[in-house]
């Protein structure tokens, strides 16, 4: 994979492209948020991206937020000394699609870039002329399309593999986050807002219906 790398100390920027490159990936680095922007932009080819949130001239977060708003779909990883429940979430809130906290352990870091490569390419679906596009994380109806986050796809992909059927709450952080996310109710319900939202832009054929307690289902 093409990874981009934003982060502002030198020493670890470094040992990130070193590690990333000696698996197999090359490396687009960014030195702080105003770089990411510009190197990781939409048009950019990267598969994934690694972002640290404590940068100079930013927060990674609202960078992320800045990329994802200008049609940047790629996965993003954060990085970060901040570990609070409320950080994590904040960043999942931002458009992230995992966490690792500093100090970290670049074995566990490559293995979660490689599982975040692996969920970066879901199946499509195709539900009451609704079409969703794995590749560019883009949802299609007849009169347009409109580009979700890689969590907002896999959410919606999860919902939509099972018309009619109800798939519970679990199933759904699941499918849409890594395995031990910290995913509360209120950020699967923020996520699901957000989902609905851009389904009503383009016209959708299909809502997602909550079924309280238990989960989700599109009617």
Not at 72 to 95: C, E, I, M, N, Y
Request: overall charge neutral; charged content about 25%.
């Amino acid at each position: 994979m093409l990874v981009g790398v934003c982060e502002d100390d030198a020493g670890i920027r470094r040992l990130l492209r070193e590690a990333l490159r000696f698996a197999g990936h090359e490396v687009l680095a960014a030195h702080d948020g105003g770089e990411a922007l510009r190197q990781f932009g939409a048009a950019a080819p990267v598969d994934l991206i690694v972002m640290d949130i404590g940068l100079p001239d930013s927060d990674g977060r609202d960078v992320t937020q800045a990329l994802r708003s200008a049609g940047q779909t790629a996965p993003v990883l954060f990085l970060t000394a901040l570990g609070s429940v409320s950080d994590r979430v904040s960043g999942f809130h931002a458009g992230g699609d995992d966490y690792l906290s500093k100090p970290f352990d670049v074995q566990e870091l490559l293995l979660r870039v490689e599982a975040l490569g692996r969920r970066g390419r879901p199946a499509a679906a195709h539900v009451a002329g609704l079409e969703l596009d794995p590749t560019a994380h883009a949802v299609r109806t007849a009169t347009g399309e409109v580009l979700l986050t890689p969590t907002e796809y896999r959410m919606l992909a999860a919902i939509t593999s099972r018309p009619g059927e109800v798939v519970r709450r679990r199933t759904v952080v699941a499918a849409a986050w890594p395995d031990g996310a910290v995913v509360t109710e209120n950020t699967v319900d923020s996520f699901i807002r957000r989902v609905r939202a851009k389904l009503d832009a383009v016209g959708s054929p299909v809502a997602i219906e909550t079924v309280r307690g238990v989960g989700f289902r599109v009617r």
